[in-house]
């Protein structure tokens, strides 16, 4: 058997804002678009892999926390109603969707092994996270590629960033070897924003462009700057610059993602294309991709 | 009409007492607390309950849930092995939206919720199942913001209470929280289940014996240090403290008992009652701020506003408590007048108010910001912010008097300043009583008492 492969890694964040725009007649029927700087930048990530031949998605979503270690989903078809408890006027999507349990199961014992605290999640009645779902959406909204859902295990909120650091670090390591002792080729998606400081009221309509900006300066510098380093290839600095842009930019990848999708990769120096950037009701999100396919051919 | 909160209820969120008491002793002495919890409440005249979960963070203000049969099949996200809890709750839609109704009088961001297949947390379920079986009684839940802090908290149950009074209710409030919040990040065997730490089992003693004596505003006061000290930062802090105690008017003398105290997956796990009989001791100062309005981090997505913020009003006119009189209409939720004279008069059929302006009852501020400083020097202000601060205080005013906006008959408008902020006032008029349809009359005059530019004079159907 081959050898499986990262063909791809994406941060691919989750505003629901850009499934409501998308599918309106699954969600309020007053959608007048917006946020297209971020749809237009799916279209791009789209159209990046659409020759990339992958066999899976594996996506780390900080909306599916766990507290008691890292839990995969277990359950081969999951079928149900995604509503998003924060932003329900704007995310009901119903879902019916195909979990590869056995690379998950994979990642799970290869973590294990490690050392790590890992669960499957076999219970049929769960119910998939909204972020989860609008990321793998706006990847593939064809939903004809199995996914494997990793929670976000909440050790920053119980020690600090640096374990939530050690702990992805060491899920990225089993993650890529699962992946490769699977014979898969997969696509990664971090599901996260950048800087997450959210404005508290919403206009009428939602995507009001006239009223969507970053919240503030220094979280627009804070984004610039990890968009930067994602784009020169210093994976490592933004490791090491984590711990500040989640204490200041009360950044959305102190849930894990992103430093589990760099160490899955192997903290690559390749630079990374940014396909978009734009804010969501203040918070800034950027769609990266690594086209890690290619560099083997480097 | 008088409601009132007839008990207060401190509950767990973990669903292990719903779906495996049996396999911890202390695990089934919550639930068994939890079944006490529910007999009381049967046995009382409790018509309502309202939930404050930690577990359903909102970040567009407050939500409010109002489908009135929520329904679904809930699975916890990491105690997902345990089982499924099917849920069919029996909302109380009325009051749901009289609540939100409430919120936005007070300055609150908030809105209700009612959506086919809404997650409703897992904290609120597992409270509902076990203190309300049968739905006997209708419920009402409401999330916890990410942001807010204790005055926009405390202005949220000040909400709350507004329409229990109101409506008549006779309310259970129920704050679902665990108390130490540090569970075991490692899968443990149900018989290995104790606090995670001594140091969180002598806070959580702490906070117990505090509400075993009633006092419930001194937990409230600490609730920041509680954070600090026993709680995983979980964005939603120790907030429902805060909103329990200002339920209960932020008193100190409540009568309380603590029915079980144990640890779930290393989390402590607290059912407490408090009854609003005294306990006889006395109450004790509050001492932070009693807010009634709330005037803070909102409209932050209107341009116009980033930059001109309500300010408060340092100085001006003397400000007098409303004349009192025989068919006078006052109201605290209005601001104070500059002069000896009512909010407004009710004649026969007919509500004449005094001239309304934007300033805020309580902190006295101007929406929009005044139009000069202390100095007398002009300054940029928002005359949208201004007028429709005006409209809101005449709905105030006429709410006060048994009546509301949509019975306005007449309406004169005096502007300070007629070619700069005529479009503007003519904007917001538009959006509001524009829809009303009052007889209207705007005149340009030199000056206010107070920094404010626009001022308008109404009278009103009963």
């Known amino acids: ?298 | 009409m008088s409601g009132e909160i007839i008990k207060s209820l401190i509950v767990p969120p973990h669903p292990h007492p719903v779906l495996c008491p049996e396999k911890n002793e202390g695990w089934q002495k919550i639930r068994d607390a939890y079944d006490e919890a529910r007999r009381q409440i049967e046995e009382s005249d409790a018509d309502l309950i309202i939930i404050y979960s930690t577990l359903w963070p909102s970040v567009i203000g407050h939500q409010i849930q109002a489908d009135p049969n929520p329904e679904w099949v809930m699975v916890d996200a990491d105690f997902h092995d345990l089982g499924s809890i099917h849920y069919s709750l029996k909302i109380d839609t009325d009051f749901a939206h009289a609540w939100n109704k409430a919120n936005i009088s007070r300055g609150l961001e908030s809105r209700t919720v009612a959506y086919d297949g809404f997650p409703v947390d897992v904290g609120s379920v597992v409270a509902l199942e076990l203190l309300n079986p049968n739905n006997r009684i209708p419920a009402v839940i409401c999330s916890t913001n990410v942001y807010s802090n204790r005055a926009e908290t405390t202005v949220l149950a000040k909400s709350c209470l507004d329409v229990i009074k109101a409506q008549g209710k006779k309310a259970v409030a129920v704050s679902v929280m665990s108390l130490s919040n540090r569970m075991f990040t490692e899968p443990i065997e149900p018989h290995e289940d104790r606090i995670h730490s001594l140091k969180d089992d002598e806070w959580n003693q702490k906070i117990l014996e505090f509400l075993s004596e009633g006092r419930l505003e001194d937990i409230g006061q600490l609730s920041r240090t509680i954070h600090d000290q026993i709680r995983v930062k979980k964005v939603v802090a120790f907030k429902p403290m805060w909103w329990l105690s200002a339920m209960n008017e932020n008193r100190n003398d409540l009568t309380g008992k603590v029915l079980a105290y144990e640890a779930i997956h290393g989390a402590g796990a607290a059912v407490v009652v408090l009854d609003p009989q005294s306990n006889g001791t006395g109450d004790k100062e509050y001492d932070e701020d009693d807010v009634d309005f709330y005037g803070g981090d909102r409209n932050v997505l209107d341009s116009s506003e980033d930059e001109i913020e309500s300010t408060p009003l340092n100085s001006g006119p003397a400000l007098y408590d409303p004349v009192e009189g025989k068919t006078a209409v006052n109201t605290d939720k209005a601001p104070k007048p500059v002069g000896a004279y009512p909010h407004a008069r009710r004649e026969g059929e007919l509500i004449y108010l005094s001239g309304v302006g934007p300033r805020q009852p309580g902190d006295n501020s101007i929406p929009g910001g005044p139009i000069k400083d202390k100095a007398g020097n002009p300054l940029n202000y928002d005359i949208k912010a201004q007028t429709r601060a005006v409209v809101d205080n005449i709905a105030r005013i006429l709410e006060e008097a048994g009546s509301s906006l949509d019975n306005v008959i007449d309406v004169t408008s005096f502007l300070v300043d007629m070619d700069r902020d005529f479009s503007g006032y003519n904007e917001v008029w538009a959006e509001t009583l524009g829809k009303v349809g009052p007889t209207r009359t705007t005149l340009a005059i030199r000056a206010l008492p107070t920094p404010i530019a626009v001022e308008m004079k109404v009278i009103a159907k009963v």
């Open chain 1, 1 to 298: 058997m081959a050898k499986g492969s990262i063909v791809a890694g994406c941060l691919a964040p989750h505003p629901p804002h850009l499934v409501y725009a998308d599918n309106p007649e699954q969600n309020e029927p007053v959608s007048e678009g917006g946020w297209e700087q971020l749809r237009w930048g799916y279209e791009r990530l789209r159209e990046s892999l659409k020759d990339v031949d992958y066999d899976v998605i594996v996506v780390l979503s900080p909306h599916w926390q766990t507290y008691v270690g890292t839990h995969f989903i277990g359950v081969e078809k999951c079928s149900s109603k995604s509503v998003d408890p924060v932003f329900p006027n704007l995310f009901r999507f119903n879902y019916d969707l195909t979990i590869d349990v056995e690379l998950a199961r994979a990642i799970h014992d290869q973590a294990k092994s490690e050392g790590m605290s890992v669960k499957m999640m076999e219970n049929p009645d769960f119910r998939v996270d909204y972020g989860t779902i609008v990321s793998c959406h706006m990847v593939r909204p064809e939903w004809d590629k199995p996914i494997v859902s990793i929670s976000s295990n909440r050790s920053l909120s119980y020690y600090s960033v640096e374990v939530m650091q050690e702990m992805m670090m060491e899920l990225g390591r089993s993650t890529a070897k699962a992946i490769e002792e699977s014979g898969k080729k997969c696509v990664l998606l971090a599901s996260n924003s950048l800087s997450h400081r959210h404005f508290v009221t919403e206009t009428n309509p939602p995507e009001d462009m006239s009223k969507e900006h970053i919240t503030s300066h220094a979280m627009h510098l804070w984004d610039m700057r990890m968009i930067d380093l994602m784009r020169s290839g210093k994976s490592q600095q933004i490791i090491n610059e984590m711990p500040e842009f989640c204490d200041q930019a009360i950044a959305e990848s102190d849930g894990g993602a992103l430093t589990w999708l760099l160490s899955a990769m192997g903290v690559p120096s390749q630079p990374a294309t940014l396909h978009g950037y734009g804010t969501i009701i203040g918070t800034g999100n950027a769609i990266m991709e690594w086209p890690c396919h290619t560099w083997g051919e480097q």
